[in-house]
């Protein structure tokens, strides 16, 4: 189910008989048709079991199942939105970013120390996301939630690219994550950049970063 993209802050989906997508409670800002907003208490796709995995890890975001015939408007609090088309492979994104999704995808959740070991457990603490991370996986589109507008930047083996933890949304593909710190005497003193942490992203896919360091 594509999203247009009305403007920088606002994406319109349209819902057709038969399927459904899941958005983010408070998400809707309009819509034509005949269209349901029903409290979703599964969180998505992926069973029982894949929501009280969820919940556990805090990444059980209350979502609404979207569903009818017509077409629906989504924002929230003003923030840009970024759609990312998925086609066989896994997004990883924080819950509380997820604006709107397809219902065709899986949703599930990976414990962020399996990428990066103790380095990525550090990670979410850094970044105050916590150690766990929501992931979608399948055919379908996503549109997710950023500060000041988000550029993609490519990932290719051979070139890693280093990103600021805080200023990380998502990435996607067959990529590795770890922590480096780029602590030196000068950071010590006081007179370091300030950029003491990077997120090294190495592997094939693409990595999409905001212009702030502001959580959401």
């Known amino acids: 189910m594509p999203f247009r993209e009305i403007n920088s802050k606002m994406v319109e989906a349209t819902v057709v008989p038969g399927q459904k997508m899941f958005s983010q409670r408070g998400a809707m800002l309009a819509y ?11 969180g998505g796709q992926g069973g029982v079991m894949s929501m009280i995995g969820r919940r556990l890890a805090n990444e059980a975001t209350p979502l ?9 408007m989504f924002g929230h609090g003003g923030h ?11 997004l990883y994104v924080e819950a509380d970013r997820l604006l709107a999704f397809d219902g065709t995808l899986q949703q599930g959740t990976m414990f962020m120390g399996s990428q990066g070991g103790v380095m990525g457990m550090v990670r979410g603490q ?12 399948g055919h379908g589109a996503v549109a997710v939630m950023a500060h000041g507008g988000v550029i993609e930047l490519p990932i290719t083996p051979g070139r890693e690219v280093h990103v600021d933890p805080q200023a990380y949304v998502a990435h996607h593909g067959d990529v590795r994550n770890k922590l480096s710190t780029a602590l030196s005497w000068r950071d ?23 212009a702030s360091e502001e959580k959401l």
């Not at 034509?32 to 599964?42: A, D």
């Not at 609404?64 to 629906?72: A, K, L, P």
Request: proline content about 2%.
């Open 126 to 137: 850094v970044t105050g996301q916590g150690l766990f991370t929501t992931t979608l996986k």
């Open 64 to 72: 609404m199942t979207v569903e009818g015939n017509g077409t629906v």
């Open 80 to 90: 840009h939105i970024q759609v990312i088309n998925l086609a066989g492979d896994t």
């Open 32 to 42: 034509r048709g005949e269209v349901s907003f029903t409290p979703n208490i599964q």
């Open 188 to 210: 010590m003193v006081g007179r370091g950049s300030g950029e003491a942490f990077q997120l090294e992203l190495s592997g094939s896919g693409a990595v999409y970063v905001q």
